[in-house]
Structures are given as C-alpha cells and as structure tokens.
C-alpha cells in the first residue's frame, strides 16, 4: 500500500509539471487523415 501511495504521488507530481508544458505544445487543431482501409487486412485506419 506504501509503494502505491509513491507511486501515486510522483504521477501526480509528474503531472503537476509536464501537464502544462504538454498543453502548450498540442496544436489547436489537428489535422486527422481520412480512414484508409489496411492493404494487408482491410480494416479502417487513420494515418498520423
């Protein structure tokens, strides 16, 4: 139970301090591609 509790609070102290900085750098808007269909199995993807 102790080493959750450190774990849980160095996430959240992590968190505390790249949360912000992760913030500003996403882009307002982004730009998704329209699905493709998977040359190999057929299934719906999206290219990043």
Do not use: F, I, W
């Amino acid at each position: 139970l102790e080493e959750l509790q450190e774990a849980a609070k160095a996430l959240n102290d992590v968190l505390e301090s790249d949360l912000p900085n992760m913030k500003e750098e996403k882009p307002a808007t982004a730009v998704h591609a329209a699905p493709e269909a998977c040359d190999r199995c057929g299934q719906r993807t999206y290219s990043t």
